[in-house]
């Protein structure tokens, strides 16, 4: 082994949610998913409770906190109302990402740089109330150093562009993309910020990102949801550990 920490796998289940609401009623159950995962040896739970609430419902949120023994990663926008959310909650973590009503999954990462003072604002009372504040952004230098400005403790890397350019075929720009994501995972580490990467990983891209040093955790969902339909959400879980603790050994 190189002595690498721990690379951390933090499952989205929002898709379980998605899959429950396309029926309505109560199945399929996304505590049970986030147990099961947990039991499978997730590191976390990922969930987005998006103003539409398309997936993620406030009462999976709340369940969520009760039941779990590992750490809740509360996705959100910067909004009034998931503020009070998560403030009435006060989850291990809570990302901060963009969100567009008309779009099917989020689509980049946030603008920091241009909106520094309010985003400072609005992080500020969760700092306070104990929760890790992580932004969600493009591997751009300029979003990161307003990150790290703003006081985020953690970013979260988007690493669609990647996965989307490997997915066409189109390898030089999927190489382009990941030697940026590398770039930059160093340049945040550099500041002090921990790094994490998330969105479109699969088993197909996931190795190349696992091997960054500085990247300390991975958040993937819709694949290995996915993937459950097909091999059950344990073995699809321990699949992605396996390639993610091959990748870093």
Known sequence: MTGLPHLRLGVNIDHVATVRNARGGDTPDPLRAAKLAEEAGADGITAHLREDRRHISDADI??????????????????????????????????IVPEKREERTTEGGLEVAREENRLAHFIAPLREAGCRVSIFIAADRR??????????????????????????????????????????????????LEVHVGHGLTYDTVQPVAAFPEVRELNIGHFLIGEAIFRGLKPAIHE??????????
């Open 62 to 95: 709340e369940g969520l906190m009760e039941v779990l023994s590992v750490p809740l990663n509360f996705e959100m926008a910067a909004t009034a109302e998931m503020q009070a959310i998560a403030l009435r909650h006060r989850p291990h973590a809570v990302c």
């Open 143 to 192: 979003q990161i150093e307003a990150a790290h400005r703003i006081g985020a403790e953690v970013i979260e890397l988007h690493s669609g562009a990647y996965c989307d350019a490997h997915h066409d075929g189109d390898f030089a720009r999927r190489d382009r993309e990941l030697e940026a994501l590398r770039e930059m995972s160093a340049f945040a580490h550099g500041l002090g």
């Open 240 to 249: 992605m550990r396996r390639l993610m603790d091959g990748a870093r050994a």
